[in-house]
DNA sequence: TATATACGGAACTGGAGAGTTTCGGATACA
DNA sequence: TGTATCCGAAACTCTCCAGTTCCGTATATA
């Protein structure tokens, strides 16, 4: 036996693919229940797989539950695929696509089930941070720094501040008023409040 | 015994101050722990009540969290006491006071812990919306449409998106970043995002 | 003072769910 | 084929809490 090979010994391996289907899992529940109504029972039978299972993998509930949030964090972009389509005005629109919006709308499902729990549990923060909150105010950042070296924008403008624009109105419009988020709303929260605030006129109409 | 008095025919009346108090303890529990962590024990110890006393006069948990959240809508301003300072920037300024701040953080916790049960329950959407969301942005639109109506901004600026800015923006910070809301912040939204949006100048600095 | 009512407190019931244990079966490896 | 290991299913324990019931007490009215 050679070195370099960390754990099997004897009889099957363990099968770590099974663990990203019960993570898969838990963060479905987590958007449709929230972390207080979902059961390990209802994340184990949408996994196909029996409560003991995911026992085996996850000392309790609570920390399957940060697994599961970290885990959102591998599914984004690379900062290459971004769009540059020479405006800034059409970058943030090309982010505007029908599974984006899909993530995003699930993200914030994530983040609503996740709520009464954060208050107690401040490694969750953290998480739901880097995993939901972050890599979409990071590319909304990206595109105005670039804005803002071609000249277009102001160099003073606060990105930092109007990154989280977008973010925070669509957030709001989910969780609060319960109203769809769609590509029109989207449009018109660049158009009205987004690209005038950083000194853009607006585009002739809507 | 004349009329105009309501129930009482023998014995001690019903003290209704003593709703009043029940309803108090209840939205503290529920900005403290969320709906899901919030136990009849907890609310009646806050309220010196028995839990007896609680069922009595709320048939259920649900409903007790449901006038709770909805007594929350008289303790509002009028509109005759809103500033009126001549500018938008003075009158958005003056709104943000130590009170208004800790009314807002509280409103929102209390928001949060209802998050979960409001994918059950629509009648606490209308309920919250009412009492919470609604009126801060009701004194937004109200301020925006006189500045309009005094050509202080373009008369056809959509102060119904805007007024959201704002109350969004706290949102956000508060229950994503968990990040505090003090009155430079919401300083700096007004003067980098809401107004400039509106085709307002920056002031000269911050 | 007498009485009816509402009170706070405490004991109780029933159900739901976290976490554990057991077991028969499937599967990779020798 | 034999064996060790992991699996899904189900039964189990234990705790917590919604909601109920009961009781001794306080108080407003008469």
Known sequence: MTLADSAPKLGRKRDLSRDGEILLAALDVLAETGYDGMTIDMVAARAKAGKATVYRRWASKGELVIDA?????????????????????????AMIKPHAIEDSERKLQVMAGLMSMLQKTP???????????????????????????RGEIPADADTETLSLVGPAMAAYRTLMLRKPVDRDYLISVIDGVVLPALGLPRPPQR
Do not use: F, Q, S, W
């Open 69 to 93: 949030v970290a885990c959102m964090k591998n599914a984004n972009l690379d900062v290459d695929a971004l769009p540059d389509t020479g405006t800034l005005r059409g970058d943030l629109i």
């Open 123 to 149: 490694e969750l923060v953290d998480a739901a941070h880097a995993a939901i909150i972050e890599p979409r105010a990071r590319i909304n950042r990206i595109l105005m720094n670039r804005a803002k070296e």
